[in-house]
């Protein structure tokens, strides 16, 4: 069927598959499914084998990546959260770098909702704020004691999200909380690198959590590109990447080093010097007499 409307779009598709055996229905279900992922046209390309398309291949992968990064983010912080309450401990973890990255995190939250960006280009902010804020409470309670304090962090820090959100605050206030977040990201890091440096460890920080920031964080730089276009976003994740890439860094360096600080020692081999060695004199055996 040639006509205007509907019919055009479905016919491409149903064509390429007709030899296959597929129902069209199935394929009327996936592009109900995947058009949100697709620009217009997109899917019946696909569908034929047409990768010829950039705009296509970008806008796709872009938004591919942001549901990627989004369904990431409800566990990320979970491996972190999980390796404190087990060793009743936050030893290594810095309260100020946690702090700061809640602040960058919900900076750019709010700028991108009062924005009207699209929720694929920013929605893991939700999820890496809710559980970023819970290992602040962690930290209070286990590093300081104070179960209270924790609880008034909570409380604090959930009506300035509804203060961000909410309207009450100008959108240029939010460009500059979000513009901020450069030197803070940066300095939050830098913050906690320090602190792996002196102790010499990395503490209780996750290795899962971290690397998965990193790539969280890189794959960010490329859809803040496809989707918002907005610099200071874009400048944000590039800053991020490199931090990250310096905690990720510690992380294996001081792993290795803890390795071989726990490697056993090499047995003495038969000729050698060591204990019970061939050519050790027995204990109590009589010594030779010189001539």
């Given at each position: 069927?040639?006509?205007?409307?509907?019919?055009?779009?479905?016919?491409?598709?149903?064509?390429?598959?007709?030899?296959?055996?597929?129902?069209?229905?199935?394929?009327?279900?996936?592009?109900?499914?995947?058009?949100?992922?697709?620009?217009?046209g997109c899917f019946d390309k696909f569908l034929n084998l047409d990768f010829g398309d950039e705009k296509c291949v970008k806008y796709?992968?872009?938004?591919?990546?942001?549901?990627?990064?989004?369904?990431?983010?409800?566990?990320?912080?979970?491996p972190q959260i999980v390796k404190i309450l087990r060793a009743k401990s936050a030893t290594g973890i810095t309260l100020l770098s946690?702090?700061?990255?809640?602040?960058?995190?919900?900076?750019?939250?709010?700028?991108?909702?009062?924005?009207?960006?699209?929720?694929?280009?920013?929605?893991?902010?939700?999820?890496?704020?809710?559980?970023?804020?819970?290992?602040?409470?962690?930290?209070?309670?286990?590093?300081?004691?104070?179960?209270?304090?924790?609880?008034?962090?909570?409380?604090?820090?959930?009506?300035?999200?509804?203060?961000?959100?909410?309207?009450?605050?100008?959108?240029?206030?939010?460009?500059?909380?979000?513009?901020?977040?450069?030197?803070?990201?940066?300095?939050?890091?830098?913050?906690?690198?320090?602190?792996?440096?002196?102790?010499?460890?990395?503490?209780?920080?996750?290795?899962?959590?971290?690397?998965?920031?990193?790539?969280?964080?890189?794959?960010?730089?490329?859809?803040?590109?496809?989707?918002?276009?907005?610099?200071?976003?874009?400048?944000?994740?590039?800053?991020?990447?490199?931090?990250?890439?310096?905690?990720?860094?510690?992380?294996?360096?001081?792993?290795?080093?803890?390795?071989?600080k726990r490697a056993p020692p090499k047995a003495a081999g038969k000729g050698g010097k060591g204990k019970g060695s061939a050519n050790?004199?027995?204990?109590?055996?009589?010594?030779?007499?010189?001539?």
């Open positions: 069927m040639s006509g205007a409307g509907g019919s055009e779009k479905i016919d491409p598709a149903v064509s390429a598959v007709e030899g296959l055996g597929i129902d069209p229905v199935y394929i009327e279900y996936a592009r109900q499914l995947l058009n949100p992922l697709m620009a217009e796709t992968l872009s938004k591919g990546l942001g549901v990627a990064i989004i369904a990431g983010s409800l566990l990320v912080k979970v946690v702090v700061m990255e809640l602040f960058a995190i919900t900076s750019t939250m709010s700028y991108s909702y009062v924005s009207g960006f699209p929720f694929s280009a920013w929605g893991e902010a939700c999820f890496l704020g809710v559980q970023t804020a819970i290992v602040a409470v962690l930290v209070l309670l286990f590093n300081y004691g104070s179960g209270l304090l924790g609880l008034s962090f909570l409380v604090a820090y959930g009506a300035s999200v509804y203060a961000l959100v909410s309207g009450l605050t100008p959108l240029d206030t939010l460009w500059s909380m979000q513009a901020a977040n450069v030197p803070i990201i940066i300095t939050s890091k830098l913050l906690q690198a320090y602190t792996n440096f002196k102790n010499k460890s990395t503490g209780q920080l996750s290795a899962i959590t971290i690397m998965m920031l990193l790539f969280g964080s890189a794959a960010r730089i490329f859809t803040s590109i496809q989707e918002t276009g907005d610099q200071i976003i874009i400048i944000n994740y590039a800053a991020a990447t490199f931090v990250n890439a310096l905690i990720a860094s510690q992380i294996v360096y001081y792993w290795n080093s803890a390795g071989k050790s004199p027995k204990k109590g055996s009589p010594k030779k007499k010189k001539n």
